[in-house]
Nanobody, 123 residues
Framework: VQLQASGGGLVQPGGSLRLSCAAS???????VAWFRQAPGKEREFVSA????????YYADSVKGRFTISRDKADNTAYLQMNSLQPADTAVYYC??????????????????WGQGTQVTVSS
């Protein structure tokens, strides 16, 4: 399966963006997740949700501002990002993987990755 992330761009602080992650092909991976990586930093967990419905998890830094969702019919996942801050500036990656709940926070547990989309929050 191949993942295609899109929707990034330049936005002012307080603005919103919606990222999309379209999958070509099918996978039985339990989770769809978003990670981000800022320059000089490690890739960090943003959010994950169970593809077939169920639990959703967020990093503390985005809780209450970001919402993950997925459309099974379109084989697409989304990340709605509101109240964006300069600290949210990063390349955002979508990923699919199957792991236990405690493993969802670690990039190494995901086998499929999109190419990344740049999000820049600046005035």
């Amino acid at each position: 399966v191949q993942l295609q992330a899109s929707g990034g761009g330049l936005v002012q602080p307080g603005g919103s963006l919606r990222l999309s992650c379209a999958a070509s092909g099918r996978t039985s991976s339990r989770w769809v997740a978003w990670f981000r990586q800022a320059p000089g930093k490690e890739r960090e967990f943003v959010s994950a949700t169970e593809w077939n419905g169920g639990h959703t998890y967020y990093a503390d830094s985005v809780k209450g501002r970001f919402t993950i969702s997925r459309d099974k019919a379109d084989n697409t996942a989304y990340l709605q990002m509101n109240s964006l801050q300069p600290a949210d500036t990063a390349v955002y990656y979508c990923a699919r993987g199957s792991t236990i709940v405690s493993g969802i926070y670690h990039a190494r547990n995901y086998g499929y990755w999109g190419q990344g989309t740049q999000v820049t929050v600046s005035s």
